[in-house]
C-alpha cells in the first residue's frame, strides 16, 4: 500500500489556511478583468454631437418613411453606444433584412439591419396590399423578392435621411447598397472588432413596432471625432472700454521690487576669490544714488536722511537698464 505523503492532520491543516485565502467566484484580486472597449467607449463619449444628430437623423426618417410608403411611424433614437461584430451576430435575429453599403468618406463596409417584419408591412402598402394586415414576424432567412426589392428603397431612404441630418458636421457620401441573402459576411469581421451601435426604435399607427440598426466601423468613424465634438466656448470680448476699465482698477495693485544702489565695487576676478567672512568692505557715503524698478533704472537721487531714518530724494528720472549707459 502507497503510504500518504501527508497525514490526516497535516491535509487538515493545510485546508483551513487555503480556506483563508480563497477568493469568492468571478473575483480577480489584484488583476482585473481587462475591457478591451473602454478606450473605443471614451472616444465615443468625446463625439458629444453625435447623440443630437442621431435623433435628428430619427425624426427626419419618420418623415422621409411617410412620404415615400404614406405611413406613419413613430421614430426615437436610442443613446449611440459601442458593440462588437461578434456580439452583434449573436443578438441578431432569424427575422432580419441586412444591407452592407459604404460611407465615405468614412472607409470600410458599414450595414444596416432591419426586421424583414417591416419590409412585410411596407410591401402590403406599396403594392397594393393593406397595412392593417397583422405581420407576425417570421423565423425565417430569406427575403423574398417584394422584400429584397423593397429592402432597397427602404435603404435608400435610410441613407438619404442620414446624409442630410450629418451634413452641418460631415458630409457623407452613401455608395454601393447591397441586400446581403445571409449574415455572413458580416459574420466574417473579427468578431474583437468593434462598430458605433445607432439604433432607431420604429412604430406605426397600428400594432408593429422594431428597432433599426445602423453600424459604422469604429475605426472608420473615430478620425472624425473632432468635428462631431463640440468646440470649447469661446470667451467674447468685452463690449466697448469695459477691458480698459479693468486693467486699470487692477493695474495700481501689481506688486513690483524697487531698488536703491548706494556702491558698486569694481574688483579683480583675483580680489574676489580672496574675499572671505568677516572682511571689511570700506566705502564713503554716495553723493548719488541709483533707483531701480525691477532691471530698469528709473531714476537717481540724493542719499541722506529723514526723520532720522535713511532716505533717498529722488532728483531726476531715466530709462537705461541696470549696469547700461
Not at 402598402?125 to 427575403?143: E, H, I
Request: net charge negative; glycine share 8%.
Amino acid at each position: 500500500m502507497t503510504e500518504s505523503v501527508l497525514s490526516d492532520s497535516e491535509l487538515a491543516a493545510l485546508s483551513a489556511v487555503a480556506e483563508q485565502f480563497e477568493e469568492p467566484p468571478g473575483h480577480h484580486g489584484d488583476y482585473g478583468v481587462f475591457d478591451f472597449a473602454a478606450r473605443e467607449a471614451g472616444v465615443l463619449r468625446q463625439m458629444s454631437l453625435l447623440p443630437a444628430m442621431h435623433q435628428r437623423h430619427a425624426e427626419q426618417l419618420g418623415v422621409s418613411l411617410a412620404e415615400a410608403f404614406g405611413l406613419r411611424f413613430s421614430a426615437t433614437a436610442v443613446a449611440p453606444r459601442m458593440i462588437s461584430y461578434g456580439d452583434l451576430v449573436m443578438s441578431l435575429e432569424d427575422d432580419v433584412a441586412l444591407m452592407s453599403f459604404r460611407l465615405g468618406p468614412l472607409r470600410g463596409t458599414s450595414y444596416l439591419a432591419c426586421p424583414a417584419s417591416l419590409l412585410s408591412v411596407l410591401v402590403n402598402q406599396f403594392f397594393g396590399g393593406s397595412a392593417d394586415v397583422p405581420t407576425v414576424a417570421r423565423r425565417r432567412k430569406n427575403l423574398s423578392p417584394g422584400e429584397q426589392r423593397m429592402a432597397v428603397l427602404f435603404g435608400q431612404r435610410i441613407l438619404e435621411s442620414l446624409r442630410e441630418s450629418w451634413s452641418e458636421r460631415l458630409e457623407l457620401e452613401p455608395a454601393d447598397l447591397l441586400v446581403l441573402p445571409n449574415i455572413d459576411k458580416l459574420a466574417a469581421e473579427p468578431a474583437d472588432n468593434q462598430a458605433v451601435n445607432l439604433e432607431i426604435n420604429l412604430t406605426d399607427s397600428g400594432d408593429w413596432s422594431g428597432v433599426l440598426r445602423l453600424l459604422i466601423p469604429f475605426p472608420a468613424i473615430e478620425p472624425f471625432k473632432q468635428r462631431l465634438a463640440k468646440a470649447p466656448a469661446r470667451q467674447e470680448p468685452a463690449a466697448g472700454g469695459a477691458w480698459r476699465a479693468a486693467l486699470e482698477e487692477h493695474l495700481p495693485a501689481v506688486p513690483l521690487g524697487l531698488t536703491a544702489e548706494l556702491i558698486r565695487f569694481d574688483m579683480t576676478l583675483g580680489e574676489i576669490l580672496r574675499l572671505q567672512q568677516g572682511m571689511t568692505l570700506p566705502f564713503e557715503m554716495p553723493d548719488n544714488v541709483a533707483v531701480y524698478l525691477e532691471d530698469l533704472a528709473v531714476g537717481e537721487g540724493s542719499y541722506g536722511s529723514n526723520n532720522n531714518r535713511k532716505a533717498v530724494r529722488i532728483q531726476s528720472f531715466g530709462s537705461r537698464t541696470r549696469g547700461g549707459a
